[in-house]
């Protein structure tokens, strides 16, 4: 006899289409609301004060933005730390005491998970006041949509999530959102509501299944992720590090759009009677020709062999054993915007098959 899955008890809701624009409404007077929205032929974040001015193209699965909210948000690319002050004597250390709340509207349960990466790299053990002051500012409204054919989040095992969000919409049949409620922040916004929400019935339970059938089915992307670390040890000699090496022209682009990649240089800049100075800290990335250069003119990784693949490594292996979990939250947006035509799930086949091959 087949045992029936009993349902986890959480709080939910159904909210209608028109609802939802009636909720983004009444908290855009309380809050900026970001949310994805159409830049030409691409997508990114910007302010918004209804449903409608939200990407179709989001929406529907056929795009996501082009940063990701880690770093549109809460790692920007460039932040003053502190300046000196010759003439006065002193330096100040910045500090960022911005106490306004805002909204992100509509992130995917891949970014969800990349800003729960986030947090561990900022906030466990040496805490970033400015990643933790700009973390505990944001209401994160999550939102469920098809794949585009770049995600695979299906195999990153980010394709769901149950945590770090205040709300999470699921699209169903009859033009609604089952939601999820996080925490009492977002059954506070849901107040703003009163009576247009409902429970929801065995109807719209079927048609989150559904969802999640078509969505499951609609992955274009293949790829093994399994032991990924152990596959990364067992292959760094693999000859598939020469041909990436070869084919990769070191834009950084994948770095820049990577929801979790973090590496960044600090510096300083003086003004020309070397009177003050800011100290800044900007992205940087493991591709760089410079970035392991130490004193002495030695550069630990001068190839772009060996840098593509430290970078891999990284996300991979290092991070695994660091945190527990890769940092590949399978978004794709390093394959779709790479230059050479580079894509993660390919480089995991291709390390695989040979692998394979020489058994």
């Not at 009859?174 to 922040?185: Q, S």
């Amino acid at each position: 006899m087949k045992k029936i899955k009993k349902r986890v008890k959480v709080d939910e809701v159904i909210i209608n289409v028109e609802d939802i624009n009636d909720l983004i409404q009444k908290i855009s007077k309380k809050f900026k609301i970001y949310a994805p929205v159409d830049k030409e032929n691409r997508v990114i974040w910007g302010e918004i004060r209804n449903f409608s001015e939200i990407s179709k193209d989001y929406i529907g699965g056929k795009q996501t933005t082009i940063l990701p909210p880690t770093k549109q948000f809460f790692f920007p690319a460039r932040e003053t730390l502190l300046t000196f002050n010759k003439n006065q004597n002193n330096y100040e250390i910045i500090k960022d005491n911005n106490k306004e709340k805002f909204v992100i509207f509509g992130v995917h349960p891949c970014d969800i998970h990349g800003i729960l990466l986030m947090d561990k790299v900022f906030l466990d053990g040496f805490v970033d006041d400015f990643y933790k002051n700009r973390r505990k500012n944001s209401i994160i409204i999550g939102m469920d949509t098809l794949p585009n054919e770049w995600n695979f989040a299906k195999y990153a095992k980010t394709d769901t999530v149950n945590s770090g969000f205040d709300l999470f919409l699921t699209p169903i049949e009859n033009n609604k959102f089952y939601t999820i409620i996080g925490t009492g922040t977002g059954k506070k916004l849901l107040n703003l509501l009163k009576k247009q929400i409902k429970k929801p019935t065995k109807n719209d339970y079927k048609s989150v299944e559904k969802f999640k059938v078509l969505k499951n089915k609609s992955y274009k992307v293949r790829v093994d992720m399994n032991d990924l670390p152990k596959l990364l040890d067992r292959t760094f000699e693999s000859k598939i590090w020469d041909e990436i090496g070869k084919q990769c022209v070191a834009c950084t682009r994948c770095s820049i759009v990577c929801p979790t990649c973090y590496c960044h240089n600090v510096k300083e800049d003086f003004n020309l009677n070397l009177s003050a100075a800011e100290r800044f800290r900007t992205w940087d990335s493991c591709l760089r020709n410079n970035f392991a250069l130490v004193a002495g003119g030695h550069n630990f990784r001068p190839s772009l062999k060996a840098r593509i693949r430290h970078r891999y490594y990284h996300k991979e292996r290092i991070f695994s054993y660091t945190y527990g979990k890769p940092s590949c939250v399978g978004c794709g947006r390093c394959g779709r915007d790479c230059k050479a035509g580079i894509k993660p799930n390919e480089v995991y086949n291709k390390l695989r098959q040979m692998e394979l091959s020489h058994e």
